[in-house]
T-cell receptor
Framework: KQEVTQIPAALSVPEGENLVLNCSFT??????LQWFRQDPGKGLTSLLL?????REQTSGRLNASLDKSSGRSTLYIAASQPGDSATYLC?????????FGPGTRLSVLP | DVKVTQSSRYLVKRTGEKVFLECVQDMDHENMFWYRQDPGLGLRLIYFSYDVKMKEKGDIPEGYSVSREKKERFSLILESASTNQTSMYLC??????????????FGPGTRLLVL
Protein backbone atom coordinates (compact mmCIF):
# COMPACT_ATOMS: atom_id res chain seq x y z
CA LYS A 1 0.00 0.00 0.00
CA GLN A 2 1.35 3.40 -0.98
CA GLU A 3 2.47 5.61 1.90
CA VAL A 4 3.50 9.24 1.60
CA THR A 5 5.54 11.11 4.19
CA GLN A 6 6.67 14.72 4.37
CA ILE A 7 9.60 16.19 6.23
CA PRO A 8 9.73 18.46 8.10
CA ALA A 9 6.28 18.59 9.69
CA ALA A 10 6.73 22.31 10.34
CA LEU A 11 9.21 24.93 9.24
CA SER A 12 9.79 28.56 10.20
CA VAL A 13 12.04 30.78 8.10
CA PRO A 14 12.74 34.52 7.82
CA GLU A 15 11.44 36.33 4.78
CA GLY A 16 13.70 36.14 1.73
CA GLU A 17 15.17 32.71 2.41
CA ASN A 18 15.13 29.91 -0.12
CA LEU A 19 13.71 26.68 1.25
CA VAL A 20 13.08 23.05 0.36
CA LEU A 21 10.16 20.85 1.36
CA ASN A 22 10.50 17.09 1.05
CA CYS A 23 8.05 14.36 0.07
CA SER A 24 8.74 10.61 0.06
CA PHE A 25 6.62 7.74 -1.22
CA THR A 26 7.04 4.00 -0.81
CA UNK A 27 5.85 2.68 -4.18
CA UNK A 28 7.61 4.12 -7.23
CA UNK A 29 4.86 2.93 -9.62
CA UNK A 30 3.10 6.28 -9.80
CA UNK A 31 1.42 8.16 -12.65
CA UNK A 32 2.14 11.63 -11.33
CA LEU A 33 2.82 13.68 -8.23
CA GLN A 34 1.06 16.89 -7.31
CA TRP A 35 1.94 19.62 -4.82
CA PHE A 36 -0.86 21.54 -3.12
CA ARG A 37 -1.10 24.53 -0.85
CA GLN A 38 -3.70 24.78 1.93
CA ASP A 39 -4.43 27.94 3.87
CA PRO A 40 -5.92 27.54 7.37
CA GLY A 41 -9.54 26.40 7.25
CA LYS A 42 -9.59 26.33 3.47
CA GLY A 43 -9.49 23.80 0.65
CA LEU A 44 -6.44 22.76 -1.35
CA THR A 45 -5.00 24.74 -4.24
CA SER A 46 -2.93 22.93 -6.85
CA LEU A 47 0.58 24.34 -7.29
CA LEU A 48 2.45 21.98 -9.58
CA LEU A 49 1.91 18.59 -11.14
CA UNK A 50 4.78 16.41 -12.34
CA UNK A 51 4.11 13.49 -14.63
CA UNK A 52 5.99 10.27 -13.92
CA UNK A 53 8.08 10.77 -17.06
CA UNK A 54 9.20 14.25 -16.00
CA ARG A 55 11.99 15.31 -13.66
CA GLU A 56 10.79 18.77 -12.68
CA GLN A 57 8.22 21.49 -13.12
CA THR A 58 8.48 25.22 -12.49
CA SER A 59 5.94 27.94 -11.79
CA GLY A 60 7.21 31.36 -10.79
CA ARG A 61 9.24 31.03 -7.58
CA LEU A 62 8.30 27.37 -7.20
CA ASN A 63 10.23 24.41 -8.57
CA ALA A 64 9.24 20.80 -7.97
CA SER A 65 11.46 17.85 -8.76
CA LEU A 66 10.70 14.15 -8.94
CA ASP A 67 13.02 11.17 -8.56
CA LYS A 68 10.77 8.16 -9.05
CA SER A 69 13.45 5.55 -8.51
CA SER A 70 14.25 6.82 -5.03
CA GLY A 71 10.63 7.69 -4.22
CA ARG A 72 11.29 11.37 -3.57
CA SER A 73 10.07 14.78 -4.57
CA THR A 74 11.15 18.22 -3.42
CA LEU A 75 9.40 21.57 -3.59
CA TYR A 76 11.82 24.48 -3.76
CA ILE A 77 10.53 27.94 -2.89
CA ALA A 78 12.79 30.83 -3.83
CA ALA A 79 12.89 34.17 -2.00
CA SER A 80 10.13 33.23 0.44
CA GLN A 81 7.47 35.79 1.40
CA PRO A 82 5.04 36.00 4.35
CA GLY A 83 2.24 35.24 1.89
CA ASP A 84 3.80 31.81 1.31
CA SER A 85 2.83 30.81 4.86
CA ALA A 86 0.52 27.80 4.54
CA THR A 87 0.53 24.02 4.72
CA TYR A 88 2.04 22.29 1.70
CA LEU A 89 0.87 18.80 0.79
CA CYS A 90 2.15 16.38 -1.79
CA UNK A 91 0.00 13.66 -3.32
CA UNK A 92 0.87 10.75 -5.61
CA UNK A 93 -1.46 9.20 -8.13
CA UNK A 94 -1.40 5.53 -9.06
CA UNK A 95 -4.69 4.62 -10.67
CA UNK A 96 -8.00 6.13 -9.65
CA UNK A 97 -6.90 7.83 -6.47
CA UNK A 98 -4.39 10.19 -4.99
CA UNK A 99 -2.59 9.33 -1.75
CA PHE A 100 -1.71 12.40 0.31
CA GLY A 101 1.14 13.15 2.64
CA PRO A 102 0.44 14.75 6.04
CA GLY A 103 1.79 18.14 4.95
CA THR A 104 4.48 20.60 5.99
CA ARG A 105 3.31 23.72 7.83
CA LEU A 106 5.40 26.66 6.65
CA SER A 107 5.68 30.00 8.44
CA VAL A 108 7.58 32.82 6.74
CA LEU A 109 8.38 35.53 9.24
CA PRO A 110 8.51 39.19 8.13
CA ASP B 1 -11.24 28.42 -14.00
CA VAL B 2 -12.60 25.22 -12.53
CA LYS B 3 -14.96 25.81 -9.68
CA VAL B 4 -15.83 23.27 -7.01
CA THR B 5 -18.35 24.48 -4.47
CA GLN B 6 -19.56 22.94 -1.24
CA SER B 7 -22.96 23.73 0.22
CA SER B 8 -21.80 24.80 3.67
CA ARG B 9 -18.56 26.11 5.17
CA TYR B 10 -19.58 25.24 8.74
CA LEU B 11 -22.17 22.84 10.12
CA VAL B 12 -23.16 21.91 13.66
CA LYS B 13 -25.27 18.78 14.07
CA ARG B 14 -26.39 16.54 16.92
CA THR B 15 -25.54 12.88 17.36
CA GLY B 16 -27.95 10.70 15.42
CA GLU B 17 -28.97 13.34 12.88
CA LYS B 18 -28.83 12.63 9.17
CA VAL B 19 -26.38 14.99 7.48
CA PHE B 20 -26.06 15.88 3.81
CA LEU B 21 -22.93 17.49 2.39
CA GLU B 22 -23.26 18.70 -1.18
CA CYS B 23 -20.55 19.28 -3.74
CA VAL B 24 -20.97 20.79 -7.20
CA GLN B 25 -18.40 21.20 -9.97
CA ASP B 26 -18.88 23.21 -13.13
CA MET B 27 -16.36 21.62 -15.50
CA ASP B 28 -18.12 18.42 -16.58
CA HIS B 29 -15.56 16.24 -14.77
CA GLU B 30 -16.37 12.56 -14.55
CA ASN B 31 -14.43 11.81 -11.38
CA MET B 32 -15.39 13.25 -8.00
CA PHE B 33 -14.08 12.50 -4.52
CA TRP B 34 -14.93 12.99 -0.86
CA TYR B 35 -12.13 13.21 1.72
CA ARG B 36 -12.00 13.95 5.39
CA GLN B 37 -9.04 15.75 6.93
CA ASP B 38 -8.04 15.35 10.57
CA PRO B 39 -4.99 16.67 12.44
CA GLY B 40 -2.17 14.15 12.36
CA LEU B 41 -4.02 11.86 9.94
CA GLY B 42 -3.97 13.97 6.78
CA LEU B 43 -6.53 13.51 4.01
CA ARG B 44 -8.30 10.17 3.85
CA LEU B 45 -10.52 9.10 0.98
CA ILE B 46 -14.10 8.24 1.95
CA TYR B 47 -15.79 7.58 -1.40
CA PHE B 48 -15.29 8.44 -5.03
CA SER B 49 -17.38 8.33 -8.17
CA TYR B 50 -16.22 8.00 -11.77
CA ASP B 51 -19.59 8.46 -13.42
CA VAL B 52 -23.23 9.23 -12.72
CA LYS B 53 -24.78 6.62 -10.42
CA MET B 54 -21.38 4.95 -9.98
CA LYS B 55 -19.57 4.92 -6.65
CA GLU B 56 -16.56 3.23 -5.13
CA LYS B 57 -15.49 2.92 -1.51
CA GLY B 58 -12.34 4.65 -0.46
CA ASP B 59 -10.22 3.92 2.58
CA ILE B 60 -12.75 4.86 5.29
CA PRO B 61 -16.34 4.42 3.98
CA GLU B 62 -17.88 3.18 7.24
CA GLY B 63 -20.68 5.40 8.48
CA TYR B 64 -20.99 7.23 5.15
CA SER B 65 -22.86 6.86 1.90
CA VAL B 66 -22.86 8.89 -1.32
CA SER B 67 -25.15 9.85 -4.14
CA ARG B 68 -24.32 10.89 -7.71
CA GLU B 69 -27.57 11.48 -9.59
CA LYS B 70 -26.13 14.16 -11.87
CA LYS B 71 -22.65 14.53 -13.24
CA GLU B 72 -22.00 17.88 -11.59
CA ARG B 73 -23.21 16.95 -8.10
CA PHE B 74 -21.74 14.49 -5.60
CA SER B 75 -23.35 14.24 -2.17
CA LEU B 76 -21.93 12.75 1.00
CA ILE B 77 -24.45 11.42 3.51
CA LEU B 78 -23.95 10.67 7.17
CA GLU B 79 -26.90 8.41 7.96
CA SER B 80 -26.60 8.85 11.73
CA ALA B 81 -23.95 11.37 12.71
CA SER B 82 -21.54 10.47 15.49
CA THR B 83 -19.03 12.58 17.38
CA ASN B 84 -16.10 10.79 15.70
CA GLN B 85 -17.32 12.20 12.39
CA THR B 86 -16.44 15.71 13.51
CA SER B 87 -13.93 16.72 10.87
CA MET B 88 -13.12 18.88 7.85
CA TYR B 89 -14.73 17.42 4.72
CA LEU B 90 -13.21 18.18 1.34
CA CYS B 91 -14.71 17.49 -2.04
CA UNK B 92 -12.55 17.22 -5.17
CA UNK B 93 -13.13 16.92 -8.87
CA UNK B 94 -10.63 15.49 -11.34
CA UNK B 95 -9.75 16.65 -14.79
CA UNK B 96 -8.12 14.08 -17.10
CA UNK B 97 -6.21 16.93 -18.71
CA UNK B 98 -4.00 16.61 -21.72
CA UNK B 99 -2.21 13.36 -22.51
CA UNK B 100 -3.68 11.72 -19.41
CA UNK B 101 -2.24 14.23 -16.95
CA UNK B 102 -4.81 14.33 -14.19
CA UNK B 103 -5.25 17.28 -11.88
CA UNK B 104 -7.50 17.40 -8.83
CA UNK B 105 -9.44 20.54 -7.93
CA PHE B 106 -10.73 21.00 -4.42
CA GLY B 107 -13.69 22.78 -2.90
CA PRO B 108 -13.29 25.12 0.09
CA GLY B 109 -14.22 22.44 2.63
CA THR B 110 -17.01 21.95 5.16
CA ARG B 111 -16.09 21.96 8.81
CA LEU B 112 -18.58 19.67 10.58
CA LEU B 113 -19.02 19.57 14.33
CA VAL B 114 -21.16 16.75 15.77
CA LEU B 115 -22.29 17.33 19.35
Amino acid sequence: KQEVTQIPAALSVPEGENLVLNCSFTDSAIYNLQWFRQDPGKGLTSLLLIQSSQREQTSGRLNASLDKSSGRSTLYIAASQPGDSATYLCAVSAGQNFVFGPGTRLSVLP
Amino acid sequence: DVKVTQSSRYLVKRTGEKVFLECVQDMDHENMFWYRQDPGLGLRLIYFSYDVKMKEKGDIPEGYSVSREKKERFSLILESASTNQTSMYLCASRDPGLAGVETQYFGPGTRLLVL
